[in-house]
């Protein structure tokens, strides 16, 4: 049996850029693909627990005495493992397929958390197993249903993507509900890291077993696979990278210290949860939203979703002493940092066909993954000198409008047209 991903399928590609995708094979309408889909979705919210982070920070600092800077560190650290492995987690599941990717990570995920929860409180211990072991597993699992479902559906990638991916916005709802019910029963946070470990990375290996790819037509070329500095020479790329760390960097601020900014206005504990599960709804909708609005307007989505974004920061400035200006600007984030994966997704699959999205894509990742680093990191040592968000938000906001306005006036793409001179032996048709 080859585990080779198809390395082309689709459609006519009705979004097609100067760079064309090579011809494409839609998949035969199938049921196994709705089975796929399902898993991806289910995978998708275990994975996406950790958007509930600050729903373990304030334990975190109040019971084993971590500073607001070093809760972010993990948080960041792990948001950071999470974008860069994806670049392994493409080229494993070249080789192996998305199932048995999806397999180790899950292993890693419930390890890292395992280790996390007998850790004593220890900061490098905990950085190591959540933000270190937790992250990787977080990411090579990540992308193996999102590849899978665009292989399956290639005529709808940014409504697909959305939907694939939208278990991973609501993810933070489902956890941060469960440890609040904990913690309310006198469960310690190291206490529910022991439990969520099995818990959690059973869900995420039990879904991967269902996942698998179409079968190929035969004699199909290979697509060229660019390599990463390759793609930094080109003005489209350069245009997604920019637009990956700004809205990364603003949305990641928010998400990161959302319950403790809750806190700093004085808001009940309860509020700050319930803002968690609104920001998490909004993300979960955003995806499928964003999607559709991509399938619909193309590359002008990108600097939209930035300006939303920058917005959303700045209602948080602005409303976020207030119960209802706090809630409305959570879900508000979580609608405009949801465009993060689903446009930049989408938009290689337009540029270089859905087959490379596991190749391509994860180098947008190491951006969100420096944003990530920079972002909550920052957020948190502006809070611990100056005693508020304010400067960290107003920041956000500056970076993704600036953001925005830059990729709006960014120069055409690029007229040139990739060669491909490489070709590869006609796959089995057995792909999983």
């Known amino acids: 049996m080859d585990h080779h991903l198809p390395e082309t399928i689709s459609v006519a590609d009705e979004l097609a850029g100067p760079l064309e995708p090579a011809a494409l094979t839609c998949p035969v309408p199938s049921r196994r693909r709705w089975t796929v889909l399902v898993a991806s979705v289910v995978m998708q919210l275990a994975l996406g627990g950790i958007y509930a982070w600050s729903t373990f920070a304030v334990p975190l600092r109040q019971g084993h005495g971590l500073t607001n800077a070093q809760t972010q560190m993990i948080f960041g650290l792990t948001i950071a493992l999470l974008t860069t492995s994806q670049i392994i987690s493409g080229r494993l599941q070249i080789r192996h397929g998305p199932r048995r990717v999806a397999l180790l990570g899950a292993v890693l995920y419930g390890s890292g958390y395992v280790i996390a929860g007998y850790s004593g409180g220890s900061f490098p211990v905990l950085l190591v197993g959540i933000g270190l072991i937790g992250g990787l597993g977080t990411g090579l699992a990540y992308l193996c249903p999102v590849t899978s479902c665009l292989c399956w559906f290639p005529e709808r990638k940014g409504l697909i993507t959305g939907i694939a991916v939208a278990g991973f916005g609501a993810g933070a709802i489902v956890l941060s509900v469960v440890a609040r019910v904990a913690f309310n029963h006198g469960w310690d946070v190291l206490r529910f890291f022991c439990w969520m470990g099995p818990v959690w990375g059973a869900i995420v290996l039990l879904s991967a077993l269902f996942l698998s790819t179409p079968a190929l ?170 005693g508020s968000y304010a400067p960290a938000l107003l920041l956000s906001a500056a970076v993704a409008i600036i953001g925005a306005a830059l990729i709006w006036k960014w120069p055409h793409l690029d007229d040139t047209r990739p060669t491909n001179d490489n070709s590869r032996q006609t796959a089995p048709a057995t792909r999983e």
């Open 217 to 386: 037509a035969p004699g199909e070329e290979l697509p060229e696979r660019p390599l990463f500095l390759t793609l930094l020479r080109r003005r489209d790329f350069q245009r997604l990278v920019l637009g990956t760390y700004c809205i990364s960097f603003a949305g990641l601020t928010v998400i990161g210290s959302l319950e403790p900014m809750g806190r700093a206005a004085s808001l009940a504990p309860a509020i700050a949860t319930l803002a968690i599960s609104l920001l998490a709804v909004g993300n979960s909708v955003g995806r499928i939203t964003w999607g559709g609005v991509y399938d619909r307007v193309g590359r002008a989505s990108v600097p939209a979703a930035l300006f939303c974004t920058g917005l959303a920061a700045l209602a948080m400035l602005s409303l976020g002493r207030s119960q209802p200006g706090y809630l409305f600007a959570a879900i508000v984030t979580g609608l405009t940092y949801s465009a993060t994966t689903v446009l930049f997704a989408a938009e290689v699959a337009t540029l270089w066909g859905p087959s490379l999205v596991g190749v391509i894509y994860p180098f947008l990742s190491v951006f969100t993954g420096l944003a990530a680093l920079t972002g909550p990191s920052i957020t948190g040592a502006l809070y611990d000198r100056t």
